[in-house]
Nanobody
Framework: QLQLVESGGELVQPGGSLRLSCAVS????????IGWFRQAPGKEREGVSC????????NHASSVKGRFTISRDNAKNTVYLQMNSLKPEDTAVYYC??????????????????WGQGTQVTVSS
């Protein structure tokens, strides 16, 4: 079964930057679209960014558009989420997820088949 492991979350000041990584193992990343999601305390999990299997299609939630960038390195089996101009409202556990519907991507949770365990991002002064 596909395994996903997130890393890179930490405490950062408002206005700062972080890069999250999602490392995929047991299967090649080429076959999967990848999405990043987040869940803040007391809130539902929401889609943040996604990328198709070849990296041709990306999508971002309106709340992060212009600040977050998603990319992938299939040779390294890793997908990245570059987060700039971070705000306190970006504080959440961030999850990556994989879908076998690889031609495009989606910010809908049910579209994804496999999930990682999450990494905590805290934006605070």
């Amino acid at each position: 079964q596909l395994q996903l492991v997130e890393s890179g979350g930490e405490l950062v000041q408002p206005g700062g930057s972080l890069r999250l990584s999602c490392a995929v193992s047991r299967f090649t990343l080429d076959y999967y679209a990848i999405g990043w999601f987040r869940q803040a305390p007391g809130k539902e999990r929401e889609g943040v960014s996604c990328i198709s299997s070849r990296g041709v299609i990306t999508n971002h939630a309106s709340s992060v558009k212009g600040r977050f960038t998603i990319s992938r390195d299939n040779a390294k089996n890793t997908v990245y989420l570059q987060m700039n101009s971070l705000k306190p409202e970006d504080t959440a556990v961030y999850y990556c997820a994989a879908s076998m519907q690889r031609a495009t991507c989606s910010l809908v949770l049910s579209w994804y088949d496999y999930w990682g365990q999450g990494t905590q991002v805290t934006v605070s002064s």
